[in-house]
């Protein structure tokens, strides 16, 4: 899969060569135990709470938010009563944990409070009821176990131990829970603003993006994916207009076939996809010494076998999506009846911005490859936003994160930099943080990464008191004001 399909033209005569490998990591671990079954408890209560957010109406299911939150107070007490939570408007709760040192810079831990909904009609898919946080196979079952409950619930383990424990940290922490990541952020941008209005300039911000892969495509075998970067997020709407009247007598071009032509022109006419501009080439760096023989040598110097890699990549959806902007047409709409003409037809394409575009030049090159056909305009939907910046994959900031998700993972396990293709809360720090990274501490294989959003959602019990330990490293090492 991907690069392994490699052709050994041209590369076997160098495959005897080694490879340079990454920066070595140190893992970075506390002597901390959490008992992983108290863990799952609590979030499989978390996971009875329906927390579904809606981008038309923010107080939707405010009843199961107030409950969840109650809950969160209820089991976590030390953190509420310590750390002066505030809400900073429907719900997005920011939690204060005051440094000793004001010169320090802040830090901030992220998590989400939402779910998506379950499809209607396809309940009786689940092993176990959704939302009924079952325990069961060694697994939490349920609605936002990996997306991301679970992420949420042993993260406030780890704080209320280092609570308990009487930790006090030089830097101030920032806790940031959000109530509407699957609708846009708003909370989270709330959030940011808090910081900004007071001047305050995080070293880094963590959320949620990736996971340890247990049998990634490109090595079969265990990844520890950090993203270091996120897509933009860009909505166009593509409006055709032509003549109306009867359907008897029709123009030549319909404002639907010319929408047809619009799209297609659209479609043909694709964003730069390459290696540049991104974490590719350290991702595949970080991959190589896994990958076996030519595969890893043609990773590992993917400056000389770029080209060849890349047209490896393109083959992939996956892949393909992590080197350039991606175009979707998601919606289209026109017509009133069949024997009618409309006189105007939209579709509204969502676009998933690489770095190296932004929502201005996007626009330019959408207009640009229509520019051939009358009556079309291209406008984008109110909110867009570019890609944040890349964040640092050597220095300490990502040596901390890097090497308190070495210390939970498996010995050999390669700490790999990418490039998250959806969107998370942590884009709204891209001005009040100076990196931004995205690693949630779980453990997946494909086929389980694939149910978030989906059927038969869970998480491995085990790994909870992991994903605790992990976030008990990153509070304990980044407590000390040396950066």
Known sequence: MYIRALLASGILALSACGAPTADDIRPLRQ????DANEVAQDLSQAIQY????????????????????????RRFPRMHAALDPQDL?????????????EDAQPIVLLAHQDVVPIEPGTEDQWSYPPFDGTIADGFVWGRGTLDMKGHLIALLHAVERHLENGTQPERTIYISLGPDEEVGGAGARRAAQYLADRGQQAWFALDEGGLTVLDSPMTNAPAAMIGVAEKGYMTVTVTARARGGHSSTPPRATAISLLAQAINAIEQAPFEHSLNDGPTRAMLQAMAPEMEGIAGFAAANNGIFGPMIRGQLMEEDAARALIGTTIAPTIIEGGVKDNVLPQEATAHINLRLHPRDTVESALAHLRASVRHLDGITIETDQWASNAPPVAD?????????????????????????FMVTGATDVRAFADTADNLYRYSPARAVMADVARIHGDDERIAVEDLARMSGFFYTVIAEASAAGE
């Open 31 to 34: 002597n901390i135990v959490f």
């Open 50 to 73: 329906r927390t579904i957010s809606s981008a038309f109406d923010p107080r939707a299911s405010w009843e199961e938010f107030e409950g969840f939150r109650a809950f969160l107070a």
């Open 89 to 101: 408007g429907d719900g997005q709760l920011l939690f204060t944990w005051a440094g000793s040192n």
């Open 393 to 417: 994959f050597e220095g300490p900031a990502w040596q901390l994160i890097a090497g308190a998700a070495s210390g939970q993972a498996e010995p050999g396990t390669p700490m790999v930099p």
